[in-house]
């Protein structure tokens, strides 16, 4: 097969994918997951790795009129939403407060189910949220209000709602369980999200086209001027 050849030195790969990379953190939350895939190739990238590239490229021409907006809130409330999800088997997972902050990554750890990969992944999440928290209560000198964590995996958010551990997770580190602790101290509460609505998922998996425009709309908004 012609596109699993080694890609020649003459194709610039790792600077082509260097600056998708600083598009996808800085703007274009939406190719996040894209541009981490072809990242896995760059020691030993193939001919389709190069065409992926250039496929991540032809879709942002497309889309060139999508940004991240933000809009005035006339109701002036803080309340704070974060949005988690992993991908179990690829050991990936996301985070964000939508439109605020957003970040993808692999996790540094093998998780042995997809209850105990959700937990690495919502404590980053809770830590994100927690900053910007109280980084609005400082700014207006309100208390800060309880942020609201929604999940789409429910042992996790069963686990994070109980006092024990189940065996199977008792060998988790504490510090996993920072999530668990927030929700007892009341400053954050854990709530379902439909794995349909849950923004966090283009970052972490591929998605259908009508499934992928939906989340979209909630991340980016066309801009029209």
Not at 108 to 128: F, G, H, I, N
């Amino acid at each position: 097969d012609p596109g699993t050849a080694p890609l020649t030195s003459d194709y610039p790969y790792r600077q082509f994918l260097g600056s998708l990379s600083f598009i996808s953190l800085n703007a274009r939350p939406d190719i996040a997951y894209a541009v981490n895939q072809c990242a896995r190739f760059a020691n030993e990238p193939t001919v389709l790795c190069w065409q992926a590239l250039t496929r991540i490229l032809a879709y942002l021409v497309h889309t060139i009129d999508y940004a991240i907006v933000f809009r005035r809130d006339h109701k002036h409330t803080h309340d704070v939403e974060v949005y988690s999800d992993s991908d179990h088997m690829g050991s990936y997972n996301s985070k964000g407060e939508l439109r605020i902050a957003f970040k993808a990554q692999t996790q540094k750890r093998p998780s042995q189910s997809s209850s105990e990969s959700e937990l690495y992944a919502d404590v980053p999440a809770c830590k994100q949220a927690l900053y910007v928290q109280n980084l609005l209560a400082e700014l207006d000198g309100t208390p800060p209000v309880a942020y609201k964590l929604y999940g789409d995996n429910d042992a996790m958010l069963l686990t994070n709602n109980r006092d024990s551990q189940k065996s199977r997770l008792r060998h988790i580190e504490a510090r996993y369980w920072f999530t668990r602790d927030q929700v007892q101290a009341m400053k954050c509460t854990l709530h379902r999200g439909d794995s349909a609505d849950n923004p966090a998922d283009i970052f972490t998996k591929p998605l259908p086209r009508a499934q992928f425009t939906k989340l979209l709309s909630m991340l980016m908004a066309r801009n029209l001027t």
